[in-house]
T-cell receptor
Framework: DQQVKQNSPSLSVQEGRISILNCDYT??????FLWYKKYPAEGPTFLIS?????DKNEDGRFTVFLNKSAKHLSLHIVPSQPGDSAVYFC??????????FGAGTILRVKS | NAGVMQNPRHLVRRRGQEARLRCSPM?????VYWYRQLPEEGLKFMVY????????ESGMPKERFSAEFPKEGPSILRIQQVVRGDSAAYFC??????????????FGEGSWLTVV
């Protein structure tokens, strides 16, 4: 029962270009969405979030877009840097409840 | 990740032994979550606790696994009679009291359990 799907296992991007990571969800009860970044042997680090009352949230180089009708969200990283290379997890939750994670997308930023 | 403290970071147990993983939430956080990441997989929810209460344990295996978050002290994830399939990274996370809006959940560095 994959309620949160990240269909691209990996993505390779040139340094300085835009990275776009995608996420789809099926549960219409999800109202809050988060992106986490994870390096090997470390815990996930919170990046950015968005609530369902918004369609865009921006924080520095990171922007998350939410299309509620399509049950789709995306994370844009501009410009991409080699230090951005990591696994990115999309997560969703109804307010005040547990997070449901996607399987993750491995981002490689080439210099 | 700053603030959510997990220990031990690495734990090796023989089959049949018990494993205890500890988690101290961030200051001011009263909600604790445990997640497990098996090799080559994403993070799977296990249990959600508040002080002295289990709120949601729908992700916990029915046997051998238990969790607590006592009034005083850290949250403990306990695995009895470990088997090789329990080898995984166990992540604890915490969040502040739910105020009705979305709360960000912050993760610790994880505890890597290896069963030999």
């Amino acid at each position: 029962d994959q309620q949160v799907k990240q269909n691209s296992p990996s993505l390779s991007v040139q340094e300085g270009r835009i990275s776009i990571l995608n996420c789809d969800y099926t549960n219409s009860m999800f109202d809050y969405f988060l992106w986490y970044k994870k390096y090997p042997a470390e815990g996930p680090t919170f990046l950015i979030s968005i609530s369902s009352i918004k369609d865009k949230n921006e924080d520095g180089r990171f922007t998350v877009f939410l299309n509620k009708s399509a049950k789709h969200l995306s994370l844009h990283i501009v410009p991409s840097q080699p230090g951005d290379s990591a696994v990115y997890f999309c997560a969703a939750t109804p307010y005040g409840n547990k997070l449901v994670f996607g399987a993750g997308t491995i981002l490689r930023v080439k210099s | 990740n700053a603030g959510v403290m997990q220990n031990p970071r690495h734990l090796v147990r023989r089959r049949g032994q018990e494993a205890r993983l500890r988690c101290s939430p961030m200051k001011g956080h009263s909600h604790v979550y445990w997640y497990r990441q098996l090799p080559e997989e994403g993070l799977k929810f296990m249990v959600y606790l508040q002080k002295e209460n289990i709120i949601d344990e729908s992700g916990m295996p029915k046997e051998r696994f238990s969790a607590e978050f006592p009034k005083e002290g850290p949250s403990i994830l306990r695995i009895q009679q470990v088997v090789r399939g329990d080898s995984a990274a166990y992540f604890c996370a915490s969040s502040p009291p739910n105020d009705g809006a979305g709360n960000t959940i912050y993760f610790g560095e994880g505890s890597w359990l290896t069963v030999v």
